[in-house]
């Protein structure tokens, strides 16, 4: 990555139980002008053995670039 372009920094992590969540705060962090990082995962549900999906989105001080050199 070029030297003048800065790393954003992480500002939250937040999980979320439905990827419906997940977009709305997307969406808000897009009004703010902040970036995103997401990803989903499945992890066990606490008093059985089903999987269930949460979503992870990590708010950012800035849009990610990327150097395409």
Same mark, same amino acid.
Do not use: K
């Given at each position: 990555? %070029? #030297? #003048?372009? @800065? /790393? =954003?920094?992480?500002?939250? /992590?937040? +999980?979320?139980?439905? @990827?419906?969540? @997940?977009?709305? @705060? +997307?969406?808000?962090?897009? $009004?703010?002008?902040?970036?995103?990082? $997401? %990803?989903?995962?499945?992890?066990?549900?606490?008093?059985? #053995?089903?999987?269930?999906?949460?979503?992870?989105?990590?708010?950012?001080? %800035?849009? =990610? /670039?990327? #150097?395409?050199?």
């Amino acid at each position: 990555m %070029s #030297d #003048d372009v @800065a /790393t =954003p920094q992480l500002l939250s /992590t937040n +999980i979320f139980d439905s @990827a419906a969540e @997940a977009i709305e @705060a +997307i969406g808000a962090a897009d $009004v703010l002008g902040l970036g995103v990082r $997401v %990803s989903n995962r499945l992890v066990a549900e606490d008093e059985s #053995d089903e999987l269930v999906e949460e979503w992870i989105v990590e708010l950012l001080s %800035s849009v =990610p /670039t990327t #150097d395409e050199e």
